[in-house]
């Protein structure tokens, strides 16, 4: 069973069936008595089993698996795959990490008539990180994976928000990592987040557009789609800032969006950054957060021209950027003190760090946000790399390093 024929034989069913090839490959190549993928949700915080092609019913809300407390989660935090022998005469049960590049997709999960021995292992690690691809490759295809993400039917103000974000809320490279996690408010309030990698630089923006619902949905897409052609078209910080605010100014009433721009040079580490009303990001390092004050230029699409700044930001190997929205300091979770959770959660992935985040914002706010929360969380490695290693997530060298503490396990 190898990776190029595993490949081959799911581009040849048709997209809908590409998991069930892959688990009768499984079962036939290891005598599993039953094989399955279960998808991750939205939230991050539960997994959706995905059945056969001709069993998903896609007219009702996906059965929500919760995380907390169980083997699936262990094995997301971990990104180790993990055995459970469940006694004589009992199926033994193997769960393994669907992920790419950091992005937890989800978990394969398979029960075996005995004990796997090491190449067995081996084999379903390189059958799930297969896996990851196959999901990616056709996601575009169908919509069978996004009902799978969806636990509770969306309004449409979500599935705008959601369309907005990108493909993989997750990426790690040699030079960094970053994570964003986005938890909507009851009605929604227009936060989005983006991130791009290019030949030299990393850029990455956390907008929150005014009102809540299709409006702010609406301005939300208004201003990402600007902040993006101007971006794909080679443009500067400043240039971005001004064709957005250009953009909400000439196209939505009164609307206005608050953001955050940052480009950090893959070269030499040096960062531009540009703050359009928005709450200011803290950095950690060597275990301390701190605020980073720096000149605030007005909101996007206030009645006159504006000139938005672009400034200097500090960034040294080892450091984690978290950038946020307004909803993580909201009133109702004033009671959450989010510096010493940064800290608490400083050994963590940043993926796992910004799920932690948001989930103790949820829960101060015991599940009713009053808007949207969101947090981008980077960890910067530090130049002079480029290669990763793609069985662990770490880059190869480990120099840039806090002392006292282990490089995080990220995953493919």
């Known amino acids: ?30 005598g599993a008595a039953s094989v399955s993928f279960l998808i991750t949700d939205f939230t991050g915080s539960s997994v959706v089993r995905l059945g056969a092609a001709g069993s998903v019913e896609t007219s009702e809300p996906a059965q929500r698996i919760s995380l907390r407390g169980t083997l699936y989660d262990d094995v997301i935090r971990s990104q180790r795959p993990r055995t459970e022998d469940r006694g004589a005469g009992k199926l033994v049960r193997i769960v393994a990490p669907v992920t790419n590049r ?24 390189e059958t799930a990180h297969a896996l990851a691809y196959i999901v990616i490759a056709n996601r575009s295809f169908t919509d069978v994976y996004q009902w799978g993400r969806r636990t509770t039917p969306l309004s449409l103000a979500a599935e705008i928000q959601h369309r ?24 929604v309030a227009g936060d989005t987040f983006d991130y791009v990698i290019d030949r030299d630089s990393v850029q990455l923006s956390v907008t929150d557009a005014m009102g809540h619902d299709a409006d702010a949905a609406l301005l939300a897409t208004l201003a990402v789609g600007a902040l993006r052609r101007a971006r794909r078209a080679g443009a500067g910080l400043g240039e971005q800032a001004r ?42 390092r060597d275990g301390e957060v701190r605020e980073i004050a720096r000149e605030v230029d007005r909101p996007f699409g206030l009645q ?21 929205t307004d909803g993580m300091l909201e009133r109702n979770v004033t009671s959450l003190d989010l510096t010493d959770l940064i800290v608490a959660t400083r050994a963590l992935h940043p993926r796992e760090a910004a799920r932690t985040l948001i989930g103790a ?35 190869l060298t480990d120099a840039s390093r806090p002392s006292g503490t282990e490089r995080p396990t990220a995953g493919r």
């Open 361 to 395: 914002i949820v829960d101060a706010a015991r599940g009713h946000l009053k808007d949207d929360a969101t947090v981008m969380c980077l960890d910067w490695h530090g130049t002079g790399r480029s290669q990763r290693d793609a069985g662990t997530g770490a880059d």
């Open 102 to 125: 950091g992005d937890a997709i989800g978990l394969l999960e398979l029960f075996l008539p005995a004990s796997p021995d090491a190449e067995v292992m081996r084999e379903i690690g």
């Open 1 to 30: 069973m190898t990776l190029a024929g595993t490949l081959q034989a799911a581009e040849a069913a048709p997209p809908v069936e590409s998991l069930d090839v892959v688990a009768r490959l499984l079962k036939e190549r290891l």
């Open 304 to 324: 006159a021209p504006h000139t938005y700044r672009v400034q200097r930001l500090d960034l040294q190997p080892g450091d984690r950027l978290v950038m946020l």
């Open 243 to 284: 064709q957005t605010d250009q953009a909400v100014r000439d196209h939505s009433g009164q609307g206005y969006v608050t953001g955050q721009l940052l480009r950090i040079s893959l070269l030499d580490g040096g960062t531009e950054f540009i703050n359009a009303g928005h709450p200011w990001p803290l950095r950690m």
């Open 164 to 187: 907005l974000l990108p493909a993989s809320l997750v990426c790690e490279a040699a030079q960094f990592a970053v994570a964003g996690v986005l938890e909507p408010a009851d009605l």
